[in-house]
C-alpha cells in the first residue's frame, strides 16, 4: 500500500485515537509527512508513549500480510535523518523497533532496529 499520514489518521480516529498515532510517517516513495507535533505524546507503542517519538514505515508486511522487510531503500534513507535529526536533540535516546518494546507481542518494524541502529549510530 502506499499510504500517509493521512490514511493511518483516519484508521487511528476510527479506533478512538485523539489523532494520529506517528510522529512521523514515511511513505514508500521515502517522503516524510509529519504527523502529532513531537511536544504532543504519541500513540504509537504503549507502555512507552509519554518517553518516545514514533515514526511509522509504510510497509512492512507482504501480499498476505506476514511481516517483511520491504521498505525501500528511499524510506531507510528517510528514517536515518529523521533519527539523526532527534539523536541530535537527545543524544542518549535509544533507537528500538516497536517490537523490541517491553510488553508488545508485534513483529513490525520487521527488521532487526538493533543491529542497524548500531551500524548507523553506533547505538
Not at 30 to 48: F, K, Q
Not at 77 to 84: D, P, Q, V
Request: proline share 7%.
Amino acid at each position: 500500500m502506499d499510504i500517509g499520514v493521512e490514511e493511518i489518521r483516519e484508521w487511528h480516529l476510527e479506533k478512538g485515537f485523539a489523532d494520529v498515532g506517528y510522529h512521523k510517517v514515511i511513505r514508500r516513495n521515502g517522503d516524510i509527512e509529519d504527523g502529532r507535533p513531537e511536544n504532543i505524546v504519541g500513540a504509537h507503542a504503549r507502555p512507552i508513549n509519554s518517553i518516545s517519538l514514533g515514526v511509522c514505515l509504510v510497509g512492512g508486511v507482504d501480499d498476505n500480510k506476514k511481516p517483511e522487510n520491504n521498505f525501500t531503500p528511499k524510506q531507510f534513507k528517510s528514517l536515518e535523518a529523521i533519527l539523526r535529526l532527534w539523536k541530535a536533540k537527545d543524544p542518549d535516546a535509544q533507537i528500538i523497533g516497536h517490537k523490541d518494546v517491553p510488553g508488545v507481542k508485534k513483529a513490525c518494524p520487521s527488521f532487526n532496529v538493533k543491529p542497524w541502529a548500531k551500524e548507523k549510530f553506533n547505538a
